[in-house]
């Protein structure tokens, strides 16, 4: 998916525009210049923030959704994506993924987000927003509706894009006994396979998903990793790191 053109808040209507003009209100109100400066070289971010820490900015969450509730469906997506469109500083397009999660409008999560999530995670390419959306937005949606979901997985493990990717592997952490391990199989030796498998992003990621498998079933995630002598060191050690070592 192409990213999309910027939104211009002053082009949609209400109460989109209400939420997000309050968003950057809150956001500039208990905005700290020192901690923006931390947070930036931290995440090494070209985005700037406001320099506000995630509980203070989880309040202002609670307190802007319940003042600004949503009517129906494409209002809250509307909203979602113009909050991270328009974004400026990098807690705006926080706002936007606590907004996709938010509990009072779960009922309208369904395959018809997936394009607000594809866009979040190929505009955001960065960990800290890819991350939450693959396992908490993608990952749900799988479970919900793997007759959709699994095919397009399987396309983004070899997509161009390493972001995609990342999700495509990571997605099903914290599925537990729910785990489809066939398409785990699949979308770690599919991403291993591309040109850049070896990235940072993809070793670390297949290492979390196995890690995090392992609570599950630790002796398949044993066999999955004597089966693939491919994956790299990082992997590895992060697969087999809460398992405890085979003294046979």
């Known amino acids: 998916m192409d990213p999309k053109d910027t939104v211009d808040t002053r082009d949609v209507g209400e109460p989109v525009g209400a939420l997000v003009r309050a968003a950057r209100a809150g956001l500039a109100e208990l905005g700290d210049p020192e901690k923006a400066t931390e947070m930036r070289r931290y995440m090494k971010s070209e985005m700037p923030f406001r320099g506000v820490p995630k509980p203070e900015r989880a309040g202002l969450a609670r307190r802007l959704f319940a003042a600004h509730p949503l009517p129906d469906a494409g209002t809250w997506a509307a909203t979602i994506r113009t909050l991270w469109r328009t974004a400026e500083f990098r807690e705006e397009r926080y706002l936007a993924i606590d907004l996709s999660g938010h509990r009072a409008y779960a009922g309208w999560q369904g395959t018809g987000m997936l394009p607000v999530y594809e866009e979040m ?18 990952g749900p949606l799988l479970r919900a509706a793997p ?11 070899v ?18 006994d729910k785990t489809d391990t066939e398409l785990l199989t699949d979308t770690i030796e599919s991403t291993v396979s591309t040109p850049d498998g070896l990235d940072f992003f993809i070793r670390k990621g297949i290492g979390w998903a196995l890690r995090d498998y392992s609570k599950t079933d630790p002796d398949w995630v044993r066999a ?3 089966a693939h002598p491919a994956l790299s060191p990082l992997s590895v050690r992060e697969a087999l790191r809460r398992l405890p070592a085979r003294t046979d």
Do not use: N, S, Y
């Not at 007759?147 to 493990?157: D, F, K, N, S, V």
């Not at 997509?159 to 537990?176: F, H, N, P, S, Y």
């Open 224 to 226: 999955f990793v004597t």
């Open 159 to 176: 997509d161009e894009d390493l972001w995609r990717r990342r999700t495509a592997v990571i997605c099903q952490i914290g599925a537990k």
């Open 121 to 138: 995670i190929v505009t955001g390419a960065w960990w800290d927003f890819v991350d939450e959306v693959a396992i908490r937005r993608v």
């Open 147 to 157: 007759e959709t979901l699994t095919p397009m997985l399987r396309g983004w493990a």
